[in-house]
Protein backbone atom coordinates (compact mmCIF):
# COMPACT_ATOMS: atom_id res chain seq x y z
CA UNK A 1 0.00 0.00 0.00
CA UNK A 2 2.70 2.74 0.97
CA UNK A 3 4.92 1.91 -2.41
CA UNK A 4 1.07 2.08 -4.44
CA UNK A 5 0.46 5.55 -2.90
CA UNK A 6 4.07 6.73 -3.05
CA UNK A 7 3.35 6.15 -6.80
CA UNK A 8 0.22 7.29 -7.29
CA UNK A 9 1.52 10.54 -5.10
CA UNK A 10 4.05 10.93 -7.78
CA UNK A 11 1.49 10.89 -10.61
CA UNK A 12 -0.53 13.23 -8.80
CA UNK A 13 2.79 15.88 -8.70
CA UNK A 14 3.82 15.06 -12.31
CA UNK A 15 0.27 15.57 -13.44
CA UNK A 16 0.37 18.82 -12.08
CA UNK A 17 3.70 19.93 -12.96
CA UNK A 18 2.66 19.12 -16.87
CA UNK A 19 -0.88 20.80 -16.58
CA UNK A 20 0.72 23.79 -15.01
CA UNK A 21 3.32 23.84 -17.98
CA UNK A 22 0.65 24.07 -20.56
CA UNK A 23 -1.00 26.66 -18.69
CA UNK A 24 2.09 28.60 -19.00
CA UNK A 25 2.77 27.42 -22.53
CA UNK A 26 -1.18 28.18 -23.42
CA UNK A 27 -0.65 31.57 -21.21
CA UNK A 28 2.73 32.81 -23.59
CA UNK A 29 0.84 31.55 -26.59
CA UNK A 30 -2.02 34.27 -25.67
CA UNK A 31 0.80 36.82 -24.82
CA UNK A 32 1.70 36.59 -28.11
CA UNK A 33 -1.26 36.34 -29.74
CA UNK A 34 -2.44 39.63 -28.03
CA UNK A 35 0.96 41.92 -28.18
CA UNK A 36 0.23 44.35 -30.74
CA UNK A 37 3.04 46.00 -33.24
CA UNK A 38 3.51 49.52 -35.04
CA UNK A 39 6.41 50.09 -37.81
CA UNK A 40 6.59 52.52 -40.11
CA UNK A 41 7.60 51.91 -43.56
CA UNK A 42 9.52 54.95 -45.39
CA UNK A 43 8.98 54.44 -49.25
CA UNK A 44 10.71 56.39 -51.79
CA UNK A 45 7.82 56.83 -53.84
CA UNK A 46 6.06 59.78 -54.19
CA UNK A 47 2.01 60.11 -52.59
CA UNK A 48 -0.17 59.21 -54.86
CA UNK A 49 1.83 57.07 -57.66
CA UNK A 50 0.86 53.62 -58.09
CA UNK A 51 3.41 51.74 -56.47
CA UNK A 52 2.90 53.80 -52.64
CA UNK A 53 -1.38 53.02 -53.37
CA UNK A 54 -0.58 49.52 -53.47
CA UNK A 55 1.83 49.86 -50.19
CA UNK A 56 -1.02 51.07 -48.54
CA UNK A 57 -3.21 48.49 -49.47
CA UNK A 58 -0.87 46.20 -48.50
CA UNK A 59 -0.33 47.65 -45.06
CA UNK A 60 -3.87 47.46 -44.84
CA UNK A 61 -4.16 43.81 -45.58
CA UNK A 62 -1.61 42.68 -43.12
CA UNK A 63 -3.41 44.70 -40.64
CA UNK A 64 -6.79 43.23 -41.35
CA UNK A 65 -4.84 39.51 -41.68
CA UNK A 66 -3.39 40.00 -38.71
CA UNK A 67 -6.37 40.65 -36.40
CA UNK A 68 -5.09 44.38 -35.85
CA UNK A 69 -1.74 42.91 -34.52
CA UNK A 70 0.48 44.19 -36.93
CA UNK A 71 0.18 47.76 -38.05
CA UNK A 72 2.29 48.84 -40.85
CA UNK A 73 2.20 53.11 -41.80
CA UNK A 74 3.53 53.20 -44.75
CA UNK A 75 4.71 57.29 -45.45
CA UNK A 76 5.82 58.45 -48.94
CA UNK A 77 9.23 59.73 -49.69
CA UNK A 78 11.18 62.66 -47.57
CA UNK A 79 8.35 61.88 -44.84
CA UNK A 80 11.17 60.53 -42.46
CA UNK A 81 14.02 60.33 -44.86
CA UNK A 82 14.42 59.90 -48.50
CA UNK A 83 17.42 58.25 -51.12
CA UNK A 84 20.49 56.43 -49.38
CA UNK A 85 19.86 57.49 -45.68
CA UNK A 86 16.53 54.71 -46.40
CA UNK A 87 18.81 52.12 -45.66
CA UNK A 88 20.70 53.70 -43.06
CA UNK A 89 17.46 54.53 -41.54
CA UNK A 90 16.32 50.74 -41.38
CA UNK A 91 19.23 49.96 -39.84
CA UNK A 92 19.52 51.73 -36.85
CA UNK A 93 16.14 51.41 -36.23
CA UNK A 94 14.32 54.87 -37.02
CA UNK A 95 11.86 52.83 -38.94
CA UNK A 96 10.76 49.37 -39.25
CA UNK A 97 10.47 49.04 -42.78
CA UNK A 98 12.18 50.52 -45.98
CA UNK A 99 10.93 50.91 -49.75
CA UNK A 100 13.61 52.22 -52.41
CA UNK A 101 16.16 50.83 -55.29
CA UNK A 102 18.60 48.55 -54.45
CA UNK A 103 21.29 50.62 -56.70
CA UNK A 104 20.28 53.84 -53.89
CA UNK A 105 22.56 51.57 -51.11
CA UNK A 106 25.94 51.81 -52.81
CA UNK A 107 27.23 53.77 -50.25
CA UNK A 108 26.70 50.60 -48.05
CA UNK A 109 28.53 48.49 -50.49
CA UNK A 110 29.05 49.02 -54.64
CA UNK A 111 27.85 45.63 -55.05
CA UNK A 112 24.27 47.51 -54.91
CA UNK A 113 24.26 48.56 -57.99
CA UNK A 114 24.74 45.20 -59.77
CA UNK A 115 21.92 44.01 -57.63
CA UNK A 116 19.83 45.96 -59.42
CA UNK A 117 19.55 45.76 -63.02
CA UNK A 118 21.95 47.66 -64.90
CA UNK A 119 23.13 48.04 -68.62
CA UNK A 120 22.78 44.88 -70.43
CA UNK A 121 21.40 42.55 -67.39
CA UNK A 122 18.32 40.76 -67.77
CA UNK A 123 15.94 41.83 -70.51
CA UNK A 124 12.62 41.33 -69.25
CA UNK A 125 10.99 40.42 -65.61
CA UNK A 126 10.70 37.24 -66.25
CA UNK A 127 14.27 36.48 -65.89
CA UNK A 128 14.81 38.52 -63.20
CA UNK A 129 11.50 37.70 -61.23
CA UNK A 130 13.29 34.02 -61.30
CA UNK A 131 16.56 34.50 -60.60
CA UNK A 132 15.80 36.85 -57.38
CA UNK A 133 12.64 34.43 -56.47
CA UNK A 134 14.31 31.06 -57.31
CA UNK A 135 17.53 31.62 -58.77
CA UNK A 136 19.45 32.67 -55.68
CA UNK A 137 18.66 36.31 -55.60
CA UNK A 138 17.78 36.74 -52.75
CA UNK A 139 20.15 34.85 -50.69
CA UNK A 140 22.29 36.85 -52.35
CA UNK A 141 21.35 40.06 -51.29
CA UNK A 142 20.86 39.22 -47.70
CA UNK A 143 24.43 38.37 -48.22
CA UNK A 144 24.82 42.11 -47.84
CA UNK A 145 21.91 43.37 -45.98
CA UNK A 146 22.25 41.20 -43.18
CA UNK A 147 25.49 42.18 -41.91
CA UNK A 148 24.17 45.45 -41.53
CA UNK A 149 21.01 43.91 -39.73
CA UNK A 150 18.76 44.26 -42.51
CA UNK A 151 16.50 41.93 -43.93
CA UNK A 152 16.18 42.12 -47.85
CA UNK A 153 13.51 40.88 -50.15
CA UNK A 154 12.39 42.30 -53.87
CA UNK A 155 9.62 44.47 -54.26
CA UNK A 156 8.44 45.00 -57.20
CA UNK A 157 9.49 44.82 -61.11
CA UNK A 158 8.87 48.24 -63.07
CA UNK A 159 10.50 46.75 -65.79
CA UNK A 160 12.87 48.64 -68.40
CA UNK A 161 12.66 52.22 -67.82
CA UNK A 162 11.05 54.62 -70.17
CA UNK A 163 14.32 56.82 -71.36
CA UNK A 164 15.30 60.36 -71.11
CA UNK A 165 12.36 63.41 -71.53
CA UNK A 166 14.61 67.07 -72.62
CA UNK A 167 13.12 70.24 -73.38
CA UNK A 168 15.06 69.85 -76.45
CA UNK A 169 15.26 66.86 -79.15
CA UNK A 170 17.67 64.64 -78.52
CA UNK A 171 18.45 61.91 -81.28
CA UNK A 172 21.21 60.51 -79.71
CA UNK A 173 24.75 60.16 -77.06
CA UNK A 174 26.31 63.47 -79.11
CA UNK A 175 23.45 65.42 -78.22
CA UNK A 176 24.47 64.59 -74.32
CA UNK A 177 27.77 65.77 -74.19
CA UNK A 178 28.07 68.15 -71.25
CA UNK A 179 24.35 68.29 -70.31
CA UNK A 180 23.19 67.59 -66.71
CA UNK A 181 20.84 64.64 -66.67
CA UNK A 182 18.90 63.37 -63.63
CA UNK A 183 19.79 59.15 -63.34
CA UNK A 184 19.87 57.03 -61.03
CA UNK A 185 22.85 56.42 -58.57
CA UNK A 186 25.37 53.70 -58.99
CA UNK A 187 25.71 51.56 -62.25
CA UNK A 188 23.43 53.14 -64.26
CA UNK A 189 24.75 56.64 -63.71
CA UNK A 190 28.29 55.73 -64.05
CA UNK A 191 27.96 53.79 -67.27
CA UNK A 192 25.70 56.85 -68.43
CA UNK A 193 28.38 59.38 -67.42
CA UNK A 194 30.99 57.07 -69.28
CA UNK A 195 28.96 56.76 -72.66
CA UNK A 196 27.38 60.20 -72.95
CA UNK A 197 30.57 62.54 -71.63
CA UNK A 198 26.95 64.04 -69.76
CA UNK A 199 26.74 64.68 -65.84
CA UNK A 200 24.61 62.44 -63.75
CA UNK A 201 22.53 63.64 -61.56
CA UNK A 202 20.95 60.82 -58.84
CA UNK A 203 18.09 63.10 -57.76
CA UNK A 204 15.18 61.84 -55.35
CA UNK A 205 11.56 61.95 -57.34
CA UNK A 206 9.91 65.31 -55.50
CA UNK A 207 12.72 67.23 -56.58
CA UNK A 208 12.88 66.33 -60.16
CA UNK A 209 10.36 68.96 -61.51
CA UNK A 210 11.46 71.56 -59.83
CA UNK A 211 15.03 71.12 -61.27
CA UNK A 212 13.81 71.07 -64.71
CA UNK A 213 11.03 73.65 -63.99
CA UNK A 214 14.50 75.82 -62.62
CA UNK A 215 16.35 74.84 -65.62
CA UNK A 216 19.01 72.73 -63.05
CA UNK A 217 18.63 69.72 -65.88
CA UNK A 218 18.49 69.30 -69.31
CA UNK A 219 17.29 65.71 -69.66
CA UNK A 220 15.77 63.02 -66.70
CA UNK A 221 14.61 59.68 -66.54
CA UNK A 222 12.36 58.61 -64.36
CA UNK A 223 10.80 54.53 -64.21
CA UNK A 224 8.54 54.18 -66.91
CA UNK A 225 5.84 55.84 -68.84
CA UNK A 226 3.63 55.40 -65.69
CA UNK A 227 6.11 57.41 -63.55
CA UNK A 228 6.75 60.07 -66.03
CA UNK A 229 2.91 60.86 -66.22
CA UNK A 230 2.75 60.45 -62.27
CA UNK A 231 5.31 63.73 -62.02
CA UNK A 232 4.11 65.17 -65.01
CA UNK A 233 7.17 65.93 -66.73
CA UNK A 234 5.94 65.41 -69.90
CA UNK A 235 4.67 68.67 -70.39
CA UNK A 236 7.83 70.13 -70.08
CA UNK A 237 9.73 67.54 -71.32
CA UNK A 238 7.95 66.66 -74.93
CA UNK A 239 11.14 65.14 -76.35
CA UNK A 240 11.84 61.74 -75.28
CA UNK A 241 14.50 59.29 -76.56
CA UNK A 242 13.85 55.12 -75.46
CA UNK A 243 14.63 52.75 -74.02
CA UNK A 244 16.20 52.92 -70.69
CA UNK A 245 19.63 51.17 -71.94
CA UNK A 246 20.93 51.78 -68.48
CA UNK A 247 18.20 49.77 -66.29
CA UNK A 248 16.42 47.09 -68.73
CA UNK A 249 14.52 45.26 -65.80
CA UNK A 250 14.43 47.35 -63.14
CA UNK A 251 13.26 46.02 -59.55
CA UNK A 252 12.15 47.36 -56.02
CA UNK A 253 12.92 46.49 -52.38
CA UNK A 254 11.66 46.06 -48.92
CA UNK A 255 14.45 46.61 -46.21
CA UNK A 256 13.14 45.33 -42.99
CA UNK A 257 14.95 45.69 -39.51
CA UNK A 258 16.44 42.23 -38.66
CA UNK A 259 15.65 43.00 -34.70
CA UNK A 260 12.35 44.40 -35.38
CA UNK A 261 11.57 41.06 -37.71
CA UNK A 262 12.59 38.52 -34.84
CA UNK A 263 10.33 40.23 -31.99
CA UNK A 264 7.41 39.13 -34.52
CA UNK A 265 5.79 35.81 -33.11
CA UNK A 266 6.28 33.14 -36.13
CA UNK A 267 2.53 33.91 -37.75
CA UNK A 268 3.13 37.66 -37.78
CA UNK A 269 6.32 36.92 -40.03
CA UNK A 270 3.90 34.39 -42.27
CA UNK A 271 1.97 36.86 -42.74
CA UNK A 272 4.80 39.99 -44.17
CA UNK A 273 5.89 37.56 -46.31
CA UNK A 274 2.98 36.86 -47.61
CA UNK A 275 1.58 40.03 -48.29
CA UNK A 276 5.08 41.42 -49.52
CA UNK A 277 5.17 37.97 -52.02
CA UNK A 278 1.26 39.20 -53.12
CA UNK A 279 2.73 43.20 -53.05
CA UNK A 280 5.14 42.25 -55.90
CA UNK A 281 3.09 40.42 -57.94
CA UNK A 282 0.33 42.82 -57.99
CA UNK A 283 2.23 46.19 -58.27
CA UNK A 284 4.30 44.72 -61.01
CA UNK A 285 1.23 43.47 -63.48
CA UNK A 286 -0.89 46.49 -62.61
CA UNK A 287 2.31 48.85 -63.14
CA UNK A 288 2.95 47.55 -66.31
CA UNK A 289 -0.69 47.28 -67.64
CA UNK A 290 -0.80 51.28 -66.35
CA UNK A 291 2.35 51.73 -68.51
CA UNK A 292 0.23 51.00 -71.75
CA UNK A 293 -2.06 53.29 -70.72
CA UNK A 294 0.70 55.74 -70.34
CA UNK A 295 2.46 55.49 -73.30
CA UNK A 296 -1.39 55.49 -75.19
CA UNK A 297 -1.08 58.90 -73.67
CA UNK A 298 2.14 60.49 -74.22
CA UNK A 299 1.64 59.83 -77.63
CA UNK A 300 -1.50 61.33 -77.91
CA UNK A 301 -0.46 64.15 -76.24
CA UNK A 302 2.50 65.59 -78.88
CA UNK A 303 5.48 63.59 -76.74
CA UNK A 304 7.52 62.53 -79.60
CA UNK A 305 9.81 59.75 -79.32
CA UNK A 306 12.90 58.37 -81.13
CA UNK A 307 15.16 55.42 -80.13
CA UNK A 308 18.84 54.93 -79.99
CA UNK A 309 21.04 53.87 -83.10
CA UNK A 310 22.84 50.70 -82.91
CA UNK A 311 26.22 52.45 -83.45
CA UNK A 312 24.96 54.69 -79.88
CA UNK A 313 23.95 51.21 -78.38
CA UNK A 314 27.48 49.73 -78.98
CA UNK A 315 29.01 52.84 -77.48
CA UNK A 316 26.58 51.91 -74.33
CA UNK A 317 27.69 48.24 -74.49
CA UNK A 318 31.68 49.59 -74.43
CA UNK A 319 31.13 51.81 -71.36
CA UNK A 320 29.30 49.14 -69.23
CA UNK A 321 31.95 47.13 -69.79
CA UNK A 322 34.60 49.33 -68.92
CA UNK A 323 32.90 50.16 -65.79
CA UNK A 324 32.10 46.76 -65.16
CA UNK A 325 35.48 45.93 -65.39
CA UNK A 326 36.62 48.23 -62.81
CA UNK A 327 33.46 46.97 -60.41
CA UNK A 328 34.69 42.94 -60.83
CA UNK A 329 38.62 43.87 -59.75
CA UNK A 330 37.47 45.96 -56.37
CA UNK A 331 35.36 43.36 -54.56
CA UNK A 332 35.22 39.48 -54.92
CA UNK A 333 31.23 39.91 -53.61
CA UNK A 334 30.69 41.98 -56.89
CA UNK A 335 32.79 39.46 -59.08
CA UNK A 336 30.38 36.40 -57.82
CA UNK A 337 27.26 38.20 -58.11
CA UNK A 338 27.78 38.98 -61.66
CA UNK A 339 28.76 35.82 -62.21
CA UNK A 340 25.52 34.22 -60.84
CA UNK A 341 23.42 36.85 -62.88
CA UNK A 342 25.20 36.25 -66.25
CA UNK A 343 24.85 32.54 -65.89
CA UNK A 344 21.35 32.93 -65.18
CA UNK A 345 20.93 35.18 -67.98
CA UNK A 346 22.24 32.68 -70.10
CA UNK A 347 20.46 29.70 -68.88
CA UNK A 348 17.19 31.70 -69.47
CA UNK A 349 18.27 32.46 -73.14
CA UNK A 350 18.87 28.78 -74.00
CA UNK A 351 15.85 27.47 -72.48
CA UNK A 352 13.49 30.35 -74.67
CA UNK A 353 15.62 29.91 -78.14
CA UNK A 354 13.30 26.46 -77.87
CA UNK A 355 10.23 28.48 -76.55
CA UNK A 356 9.75 32.11 -77.59
CA UNK A 357 7.04 34.02 -79.56
CA UNK A 358 6.32 31.94 -82.97
CA UNK A 359 4.22 34.71 -84.33
Known amino acids: MGFSNSIVSIALR ?13 SGCSSDKAKRFTWTLQSQATEGSLDFVELERMADEVYSMSGGRLRIQAVPGGTITNGPDIFSAVAERRVEMGNGWPNWWSEQHPAWAVMNAGPFDFMNLDASMMFFYAGGGVELA ?5 AEGVIWRPAWWSGMEFGLLSKERISGLDDLQGKRVRIGPGLPGEVFAEAAGARAVPLVPQDI ?13 WTTARGVLDLDLHDISPHAIVPAIWQPSVLADFLINEEAYQELPKDLQAILESAMKSYALTTT ?18 VSIESWSEEDIERWRSANEKILSDYVERDAFMRRLLEEKRAFKRRH ?7 ESYE
Do not use: C, H, T, W
Open 14 to 26: FGLLVALGAILGL
Open 349 to 355: ADYYEYF
Open 209 to 221: RPSLEQGLLDAVE
Open 285 to 302: LKSKVADFEAMEALLSGG
Open 142 to 146: NELAN
